[in-house]
């Protein structure tokens, strides 16, 4: 059963053996240059369990689609390629750079997927990382109930699903500053990102945002209210990708202080009026 009141959580069952996968680089972005790395995470890299929950996870996908708005894309080998690519792409990103910039391993991290969606990229990310612990954040009760069906009939232990918008639970004492890491994918533009992710980082955790190939501009209009959210832009880590420009770009943001209480604000204020508000030109994924 899916809840909505505080604190309410929905787990689900067994999960899979992580196998390393190649790292990526992540470069430092202020005040170095940024340092373009061809390494690609493939599909291949799984280990045969792990790549059955997958095709298990696309099947299920497209069979819903045919029910509800879940993705524009409609066939199997273009979900591989745009939606599972590009989830497991920001693997290296985000254990790179726990590594060096929180001093911990990576093996047990508490993972959050804000805008969880179809469950892209969380859902691929705990297929792929079982010793994570991964909760799916999402406002939109119908998607809630497919991810709940999609995480039991792929078998997996280490998701929980909550719904709420990221405004509510980034104040909410259960989810704030909990987590190791915060996750998004094609959710909203920097500025307003942060606002729904960083209350929920614990101080020493990572922000990281899965963006499109070019995203310096949206970057640098981000950095003021990243600075008052509590943290830092870090690394800017380019990864290949099955898209139009064959790129995707990690953006890994440190929280070094707490986030101010104000923060998030209201339901619709941080997309209504952008912390640090200045115009921009947006870098989603495509």
Known sequence: MLLGSRCALVPVSLGTFFKHL??????????SKTLT????????ALDS??????????????DWNQRMNLTAVREAGEVMERHIDDSLAIIPPITDSYLSNCGASFGNL???DVGSGAGLPGLVLAIACPDWKVT??????????FLEHAVNHVGLSNVEIV????ENLGQ???FREKYDVAVARAVAEMRILAEYCLPLVRVGGLFVAAKGHDPQMEVKNAEKAIQILGASIRQLCPVESHSPYGQRTAIVCLKTSPTPK????????????????SSLTVSGVD
């Open 262 to 277: 104000k923060y998030p604000r209201d339901p619709g204020t941080p997309s209504d009026e952008p912390c640090a508000c």
């Open 37 to 44: 790395t061809t390494a690609t995470i493939h599909f291949d």
């Open 136 to 145: 799916l954040m999402e406002s939109m009760s119908k998607r809630c109930v």
């Open 163 to 166: 719904r709420g918008r990221a």
């Open 22 to 31: 190649p790292r990526s680089k992540p470069t430092p972005i202020f005040p």
């Open 172 to 174: 909410d004492v259960c």
């Open 110 to 112: 508490s993972l959050i």
């Open 49 to 62: 369990r792990q790549k059955h929950q997958i095709h298990l996870y696309v099947d299920t996908l497209l």
